[in-house]
C-alpha cells in the first residue's frame, strides 16, 4: 500500500535554476519521443520502442539532469501510449507545453541516493533542499520515489511516495452485524449527503476565496498583456488559485480523516465521477472533482485502519427506495427534492438514499 507525503521545499537560486533545467528536459524529451512515435506508428501502424539514452546524444543538455528524471519520462510516455492502443478513440496522447502542463518531475529512490534528514531533502543533481517536513513520517515507511513540483505561484513541494506494509487481513473474519457504518451519496450542491449527522459539512469554506478570485481575474484583465504589472498579477491570480486548492484539500482530509477514525466502513453508490462529469455537462461542482478526491482519500485512510469503503451496485435504486418500508417509486424527478412516501415517509431525497445506501451495504457485508 503507498502513502504518500507532501512538503513544501525551499530550493537556492542555484537549485531553482536546475530544477527549471530539469522540468524543460523531461518536457522536451517527452515531446521528442512522442513525436518519434507518432511518425512510426503513420508510417508502421506499430509502436516504436525508444528510450531516453537515444536522444541523449544528440542533445547533450539531456546529461546535465537527473536520468532516473527521464528514465521516468518513459514510463510516463508509455503508459499514456499503450492506453491510446487500448482505446484509439481517445487519440493520441498530447504534447506538454510550458503554459499549459504542471511543471514536475518523478526521480526513484536507488542505493540512498534520496534522503531526508530533519528539515531537508537530498535529491539526485541537486543535494540538499531545505524543506518545511510538517509532519513525521512513520518509521514502517519505505521511501520509493519522489515527486518534485512548481507551482503557478512560484511555490516548490515535493511529494514523498512510500510504500507502507498492508493491514488488509485484519478485515478477515470481521462481523459486521452492528458494524457502525456510513452510507454517503454523492451530491451536486454541498458534495455529498450522510446518512448520520457528521457534524459540519461546510461547503462554504472557500466561498470568501472565489470571491477574492474575481476581483484579482477581473483586475487581471485590465493590465497590459506582458507588463510587469500584468506579470505580478498574474502570480497573484495563481496565489489565489493555490489558496483555494489548498483550503478544499485541508477540508477534504479533515472531514475523511474524521469518518475514518468514527466508522467501521463507508458505503458509497460505484459510480464512474470522470464519466459522470463528461456526459451530464455539471458545473464546476463535479468538475473540481472533490467527490472523487474525498472517496479515495475515505479509502485509503479506512484501509490503514483496517476497515473498508464498500461499492454498492450503480443499478441498487437508492434514490427511488423508501428506507422505512422498503417500497421503491417506479419513477422519481431530479426536481423531486423531498421524498414522499405512502407510508408516511418524509424526508430529504439525499439523506434517504444515503441511508439506503447504509443498509445496502450492511446487507452486502452480512451475506
Ligand atoms: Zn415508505
Known amino acids: 500500500m503507498n ?3 507532501r512538503f513544501r521545499i525551499y530550493p537556492t537560486k542555484e537549485q531553482e535554476l536546475l530544477l527549471a533545467k530539469t522540468f524543460g528536459c523531461c518536457r522536451f524529451l517527452y515531446n521528442q519521443m512522442l513525436n518519434a512515435k507518432i511518425e512510426e506508428y503513420k508510417k508502421t501502424g506499430k509502436m516504436l520502442r525508444n528510450t531516453p539514452a537515444m536522444y541523449k546524444k544528440e542533445y547533450p543538455f539531456l546529461k546535465e539532469v537527473d536520468s532516473l528524471a527521464l528514465a521516468n519520462v518513459q514510463l510516463h510516455l508509455e503508459r499514456a501510449y499503450r492506453n491510446f492502443f487500448g482505446n484509439p ?78 493491514c488488509e487481513n485484519q478485515t478477515a473474519g470481521k462481523t459486521y452485524g452492528d458494524a457502525r457504518i456510513l452510507g454517503i451519496d454523492y451530491a ?10 457528521t457534524g459540519e459539512i461546510n461547503a462554504g469554506y472557500y466561498r470568501k476565496s ?12 485590465r493590465c497590459v498583456k506582458g507588463s510587469q504589472n500584468y506579470l505580478r498579477q498574474r502570480r497573484r491570480l495563481a496565489l489565489c488559485h493555490e489558496k483555494i486548492r489548498n483550503q478544499r484539500r485541508d477540508f477534504l482530509h479533515k472531514l475523511s480523516r474524521k469518518i475514518a477514525d468514527r466508522y467501521d466502513v463507508a458505503a458509497v453508490e460505484d459510480i464512474n465521477m470522470k464519466a459522470m462529469s463528461r456526459c451530464m455537462h455539471f458545473g464546476k461542482s463535479v468538475l473540481d472533482n472533490s467527490y472523487g478526491k474525498f472517496r479515495e482519500m475515505l479509502e485509503y485512510k479506512l484501509r490503514r485502519q483496517g476497515k473498508r469503503l464498500v461499492k454498492v451496485d ?25 421524498y414522499i412516501c405512502p407510508c408516511g415517509n418524509r424526508m430529504d431525497r439525499d439523506l434517504n438514499a444515503a441511508i439506503n445506501i447504509r443498509e445496502e451495504a450492511r446487507r452486502m457485508l452480512c451475506a
Open 210 to 221: 472565489e470571491k477574492k478570485l474575481a476581483w484579482e481575474q477581473r483586475k487581471l484583465s
Open 3 to 5: 502513502q504518500a507525503f
Open 89 to 166: 478513440a481517445a487519440g493520441f496522447p498530447k504534447f506538454k507545453s510550458k503554459h499549459r502542463n504542471k511543471n514536475s518531475y518523478t526521480t526513484n529512490m536507488v542505493n540512498g541516493n534520496i534522503q531526508v534528514d530533519g528539515q531537508r531533502l537530498k535529491l539526485p543533481k541537486l543535494k540538499w533542499i531545505r524543506m518545511k517536513k510538517h509532519r513525521e513520517i512513520p518509521e514502517y515507511c519505505c521511501l520509493k520515489s519522489v515527486t518534485v513540483s512548481r507551482e503557478p505561484s512560484g511555490k516548490y513541494y515535493a511529494s514523498l511516495l512510500c510504500e507502507a506494509p498492508d
Open 188 to 197: 451536486m450542491h454541498g458534495m455529498a449527503v450522510f446518512s448520520e449527522e
Open 314 to 338: 450503480r443499478f441498487f435504486p437508492s434514490s427511488k427506495k423508501c428506507c422505512k418500508c422498503g417500497a421503491v417509486k417506479k419513477e422519481l424527478k431530479l426536481s423531486e427534492r423531498i
